[in-house]
């Protein structure tokens, strides 16, 4: 006999839970591709994509999942043999880097660390040494969901400017967008992507691309481009052309309810909300860790992302842990992968999530320890409730301050 049935709750890092509304959105039926409501919902939505990237940049919408927003992004501004620049801080950088290798870009990746920020001094030494201007494009994730590590994108902006070098700077946000501020214009991003399925509340299978007019002006020299992903053919006017194609149009139904939903909450909103049940999961975090066997893999307090915790675990499989929450509580943790693969869980809280869920998922987690004798500090839940009626409280008095 197990608590676990119920509403199921899905806290793994993607693809994230879905609003009833926005899966509501898409039963319905197909349209006509050519005329009429598809071109006026996806003239909508590639304006709106620009609200959540932050831009005034162009947009692109793919019928595709994160890897294709990766594969759109370097073929559209890079040449085979170009020579290209990983920030590591993970595992995504590095796939994102795999991709292009493939493609025929030279790729070399700056090392980093699993359990902190890419460090903008490194990057900057890299580019003063690179005197040619030889490397095109420096390739960095926002948050790392492996590693759940949030990078400092304005910072890297100003260590490359103050090397003085001319490379695009390219940065995925497909973990941050929507969970955390992203400012392309204000912060340089000169190429940023993004997909549906984790901050956006959407199901997976859309890829979104901002490009500005620095990408655009590379873009003119790319020598990797191929149809499906070119921004050129993209821009002609006929509707089909913008997906190449028949345009993913339930998933586009999809969208238009989440960013609505989005929208309606307000985008800073939305930012402030996964920032206090951040901190309420590492308040948990953190009390659990004074057991020993549970801690952070990000270090540094202000390098922990607002959209997912990975939690190392010592001398017991992860996996037990997980399977508990899962079958006995209903709740779906993140398994670690890459490095943290048989060393961590993962904590998503990130997308279409409030207190309830987040608490529910800690509170998942903190059964487990107990039922399963594995050492941990006692009260991380109310470590959590602490955090969050001290955050909470805070908003509402700003608000009152205000009104
Ligand atoms: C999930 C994720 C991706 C890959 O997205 P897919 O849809 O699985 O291809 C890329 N980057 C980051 C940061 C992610 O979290």
Partial sequence: MTVANGRALLAIPGPTNIPDRVLQAMIRPAEEIYTGAMVDLTDGLLNDLRRVFRTKARTYIYAANGHGGWEAAISNVLSRGDKVLVLASGRFAIGWGEMARFMGADVEVLEGSWRGSVDPAAVEDRLRRDTQHAIKAVLMVQIDTASGVVNDV??????????????????????????????????????????????????PGLAFVAAND???????????????????????????????????????????????????????????????????????????????????????????????????????????????????????????????????????HMGHVNAAMVIGALGAIETALKALDIPHGAGGVDAAVAALAAGTGAVQREAAAAS
């Fill in 214 to 348: 620095k990408a655009h002006a590379a873009h003119e020299r790319a020598g990797m481009k191929t149809l499906y992903w070119d921004w050129t053919a993209r821009q002609q006017p006929p509707h089909y052309m913008k997906y190449c194609g028949t345009p993913p149009e339930h998933h586009l139904f999809a969208l238009r309810a989440a960013l609505d939903m989005i929208f309606e909450e307000g985008l800073e909103a939305v930012w402030r909300r996964h920032a206090l049940l951040a901190q309420a999961t590492h308040a948990a975090v953190g009390r659990w860790a004074e057991g020993q066997v549970l801690g952070f893999n990000v270090t540094e307090p202000g390098q922990r992302a607002a959209s997912v915790t990975p939690v190392l675990v010592q001398g017991v499989a992860p996996t037990r842990i997980a399977e508990f929450t899962e079958k006995v509580c209903g709740v779906t943790l993140g398994s670690g992968i890459g490095e943290l693969a048989d060393k961590a869980f993962r904590i998503a």
């Fill in 154 to 203: 304005a910072a890297v902006r100003k260590a490359i400017d103050a090397a003085g070098h001319p490379a695009l700077y390219m940065v995925d946000g497909v973990a941050s967008v929507a969970c955390m501020p992203f400012e392309m214009d204000a912060w340089g991003v000169d190429v940023a992507m993004s997909a549906s399925q984790k901050g956006l509340m959407t199901p």
